[in-house]
């Protein structure tokens, strides 16, 4: 016991987080792992698809996250308790309007992305109200930078996911989809812990001033635009390439896009602890560009290892993480961690300014972020063609984002 406590003295708080996120993303991996080996390519096409409505949706679920992270920063007392109030009040409403006409586009969704079934959206939809309230929620302790609490809500997700749709599968003679779907469902109940909100606060109307809420609308409009340009960049090429190719080549570009994306996920930890950090140096007066330049090389150092190394192994880490029935991706591996390297480094240019109200890089992600998806709906006439078209399009980005970062501090 004194051997931890001491351990547990010299870790700093942004350290254990840090460490807990790297364990929720092995295990969201090893949940996309196991279904990729249990479903087979062309199974796991449908279950790659319900991970990226996941993934769209914790992009949504940010923009709540990260305006209570930001506020939590600069109110206090009354107006903390009254924005607090507004948020959860915003997150519920909007998640139940996104729920509601999820549900009611199932057939369509079916459709268009060629499902057995449109059981699985409608599964889904039910947990969308369940995700913001949960956003907000991670967005307080952010913000406070209690990352105790915020870790214990990742963890309580994740585990929750990756054990209870494993049961599921095994022991419910029911469709995948469906059984996922459930799955994800239930992991947002799990999600909530901790959870210190008292649900009857909501009745009690606590005033923001009519400055400050213009303020807070301002920043969560314009941070809900820029969650959407990283839907469009993140997402767009798994859910245009289950459209336009067929399921086993949908399904074994998703295990390319689940092994590619490394980089991005773990960049996501370093936005978490980047925006309080510079909100804060900024309400004191202090430079924030040294934070910048920290993550950015931290970024940069990982993302360099990981296209190393999917270019040297990759089809030994295929034949790892999914198996043989995927090899055909091999040669594509690096390409793709390379696009994905090239995004997540952008992506904390974009972040840092967003923190500094700055707002030119949001519409810089969004130009390129339709620019992507254009170009894969006319050049799409192999998997080669989806890849290296996303190359072009973040490498142009993260060059338009280092010139108006040299623009604002040369």
């Known amino acids: ?29 090893l949940y996309n792992l196991l279904l990729g080996r249990l479903l087979g390519p062309a199974a796991f096409a449908d279950a790659a698809l319900l991970i990226t409505l996941l993934l769209v949706l914790s992009f949504l679920g940010m923009t709540f ?114 059984l996922v779907a459930f799955g994800i469902v239930l992991s947002f109940v799990f999600g909530l812990v901790p959870f210190n909100f008292k649900w009857k606060s909501i009745i009690t109307t606590i005033t923001l001033s009519e400055e400050k809420r213009k303020q807070v609308f ?18 767009s090429d798994i859910l245009l390439v289950k459209h336009y190719f067929e399921a086993v080549d949908a399904g074994l570009y998703a295990s390319l896009a689940l092994i590619g994306r490394v980089v991005y996920f773990v960049a996501w930890m370093f936005v978490m602890l980047l925006l309080p950090a510079v909100v804060q140096k900024q309400k004191d007066g202090e430079a924030t560009a040294p934070i910048l330049f920290r993550y950015v090389g931290y970024i940069g150092i990982l993302s360099l290892s990981i296209v190393l190394l999917c270019s040297l192994f990759p089809h030994f880490i295929i034949n790892i993480m999914f198996g043989k029935a995927y090899m055909s991706m091999a040669p594509l591996l690096w390409k793709y961690a390379l696009a994905t390297s090239l995004f997540a480094i952008s992506n904390i240019f974009a972040y840092y300014f967003l923190s500094l109200d700055k707002y030119v890089p949001v519409l810089l992600s969004g130009i390129f972020g339709l620019s992507q998806i254009g170009m894969i709906v006319f050049f799409h006439t192999s998997l080669d063609m989806v890849v290296y078209v996303q190359i072009m399009a973040m490498l142009t980005l993260l060059v338009a984002q280092l010139i108006y970062f040299l623009n604002k501090h040369m």
């Open 65 to 178: 996250q990260l305006a209570t992270a930001k506020f939590a920063v600069l109110f206090s007392d009354k107006s903390w308790e009254a924005f607090q109030q507004l948020m959860y009040r915003w997150a519920l409403s909007f998640g139940i309007i996104i729920g509601v006409l999820f549900f009611a586009s199932s057939k369509v969704l079916m459709n268009i992305f060629q499902t057995e079934s449109d059981i699985m959206f409608k599964t889904f939809a039910v947990g969308v109200p369940l995700y913001f309230v949960m956003s907000v929620n991670r967005g307080k302790y952010q913000g406070n930078q209690a990352f105790h609490k915020l870790s214990v809500t990742y963890q309580t997700e994740m585990w929750s996911r990756l054990l209870l749709t494993l049961v599921l599968l095994w022991l419910v003679p029911l469709p995948p989809p469906f």
């Open 1 to 29: 016991m004194t051997v931890f406590k001491l351990i547990a003295k010299k870790i700093s708080p942004e350290q254990l987080f840090m460490g807990s996120v790297l364990l929720v993303n092995g295990g969201n991996y």
């Open 218 to 235: 301002k920043f969560v409009l314009l941070t809900a635009f820029y969650e959407l340009t990283q839907i469009i960049i993140n997402n």
